[in-house]
């Protein structure tokens, strides 16, 4: 039996992020258990597009030696119409990223496989293929598929994708993120990122397309729709596993950053509930995005073009609420996406 005090079900973004912000303020009995090693571990998160916006990087209090490039606006297109969204985000290397974190946080990581959690009198007795772990606190930073999650909450995401990304050599420039939407990909869309020098992320819902000029390709499964709390006595979810990724513009990675960092503070002060607040109050994880996604992925051709023909000779706030008294049906689409791709990424 190994005894820690707190004790993190997954090595990603967010259980890093946990790890490093407990260390950083002192705490140093932390474990993370990762499934994952070697190539499988750094193959899975080089399936992501990487983006994050300067905001919620900012806020997440995380090493910035991971930022390849700037990103300076979002292109969305439908057809023959370009509607620029200025913004300030940032490309990241999440490799590098999570290579800092676990250097920061100097935590005792273990490869191996949670098959069990269970809530004890003294906390938490979690059981792996190799050992058991006796803890005060327990973080489910387990992704979209988390046992914590399913032994400790019983509950689901609404909704899992299954996404495939590309990485192709192929000019990196300008520095857009570009999102192509229309009917083939229903309640998503096609994204097109500048990567690292020379290279792009290019990636769609599994079956919706296919790149055949790869140099990596990877899929992964992305959770949205959270369906009950992500706090109950001293366990918690963070990042995928709390599914607090956004369904209009998919971006989890500041969440997740975030997310291990509020939890972190949170069990400095003994008391996971205002975590448990953040996570039902702020504006990120809003009902209204699902509601949203919902209408949205059933838009034909025809609604598509009827939605972008305000923004045919480009983006304002003032189209915006044009759109919008004009077209009251999508009201919520209109709100929901303007506040997902500037807040939620």
Same mark, same amino acid.
């Given at each position: 039996?190994?005894?820690?005090? !707190? &004790?993190?079900?997954g090595?990603?973004?967010?259980?890093?992020?946990?790890?490093? #912000?407990?260390?950083?303020?002192?705490?140093?009995?932390?474990?993370?258990?990762?499934?994952?090693?070697?190539?499988?571990?750094? #193959?899975?998160?080089?399936?992501?597009?990487?983006?994050?916006?300067?905001? &919620?990087?900012?806020?997440?209090?995380?090493?910035?030696?991971?930022? !390849?490039?700037?990103?300076?606006?979002m292109?969305?297109?439908?057809?023959?119409?370009?509607i620029?969204?200025? =913004?300030?985000?940032?490309?990241?290397?999440?490799?590098?990223?999570?290579?800092?974190?676990?250097?920061?946080?100097?935590?005792?990581?273990?490869?191996?496989?949670?098959?069990?959690?269970?809530?004890?009198?003294?906390?938490?007795?979690?059981?792996?293929?190799?050992?058991?772990?006796?803890?005060?606190?327990?973080?489910?930073?387990?992704?979209?598929?988390?046992?914590?999650?399913?032994?400790?909450?019983?509950?689901?995401?609404?909704?899992?994708?299954?996404?495939?990304?590309?990485? =192709?050599?192929?000019d990196?420039?300008?520095?857009?993120?570009?999102?192509?939407?229309? +009917?083939?990909?229903?309640?998503?869309?096609?994204?097109?990122?500048? +990567?690292?020098?020379?290279?792009?992320?290019?990636? $769609?819902?599994?079956?919706?397309?296919?790149?055949?000029?790869?140099i990596?390709?990877?899929?992964?499964?992305?959770a949205?729709?959270?369906?009950?709390? =992500?706090?109950?006595?001293?366990?918690?979810?963070?990042?995928?596993?709390?599914? &607090?990724?956004?369904?209009?513009? $998919?971006?989890?990675?500041?969440?997740?950053?975030? +997310?291990?960092?509020?939890?972190?503070?949170?069990?400095l002060?003994?008391?996971?509930t205002?975590?448990?607040?953040?996570v039902?109050?702020?504006?990120?994880?809003?009902? #209204?995005?699902?509601?949203?996604?919902?209408?949205?992925?059933?838009?034909?051709?025809?609604?598509?073009a009827?939605?972008?023909r305000?923004?045919?000779?480009?983006? +304002? &706030?003032?189209?915006?609420?044009?759109?919008?008294?004009?077209?009251?049906?999508?009201?919520? !689409?209109?709100?929901?996406?303007? !506040?997902?791709?500037?807040?939620?990424?």
């Open positions: 039996m190994y005894e820690t005090d !707190v &004790l993190i079900v090595g990603g973004l967010s259980g890093l992020s946990a790890a490093y #912000h407990l260390k950083k303020n002192g705490v140093s009995r932390v474990t993370v258990i990762e499934r994952m090693s070697g190539d499988a571990y750094g #193959h899975y998160h080089r399936t992501c597009g990487e983006a994050v916006s300067e905001r &919620l990087f900012a806020a997440s209090g995380v090493p910035r030696g991971c930022i !390849v490039r700037d990103i300076r606006g292109r969305i297109t439908f057809g023959d119409t370009d620029d969204i200025p =913004v300030k985000g940032h490309i990241i290397d999440r490799e590098r990223l999570l290579a800092d974190l676990r250097d920061g946080a100097d935590a005792d990581i273990v490869n191996d496989s949670v098959i069990d959690v269970e809530r004890i009198p003294e906390g938490y007795l979690v059981t792996t293929r190799e050992e058991q772990y006796r803890c005060r606190y327990l973080i489910g930073a387990d992704g979209a598929f988390s046992l914590v999650r399913k032994r400790m909450f019983g509950h689901s995401p609404l909704d899992k994708v299954a996404v495939v990304n590309n990485i =192709v050599e192929r990196s420039g300008p520095d857009l993120l570009c999102f192509e939407v229309s +009917s083939k990909y229903p309640g998503m869309y096609r994204w097109d990122f500048p +990567s690292k020098d020379g290279r792009r992320s290019i990636g $769609y819902a599994c079956g919706t397309d296919d790149i055949e000029d790869h990596e390709q990877g899929i992964r499964f992305i949205t729709g959270r369906n009950g709390p =992500v706090v109950k006595d001293r366990c918690c979810l963070v990042g995928d596993a709390a599914v &607090l990724t956004n369904p209009l513009c $998919y971006g989890g990675i500041g969440a997740a950053l975030i +997310s291990g960092r509020k939890v972190a503070e949170c069990i002060k003994d008391d996971l205002p975590y448990g607040r953040w039902d109050h702020d504006r990120m994880f809003d009902h #209204h995005f699902m509601e949203a996604q919902a209408t949205f992925k059933g838009w034909s051709e025809e609604d598509f009827d939605a972008v305000p923004f045919r000779k480009g983006y +304002s &706030l003032l189209r915006g609420g044009y759109a919008i008294i004009r077209r009251p049906k999508w009201a919520n !689409v209109y709100t929901s996406i303007w !506040v997902a791709f500037r807040r939620c990424w």
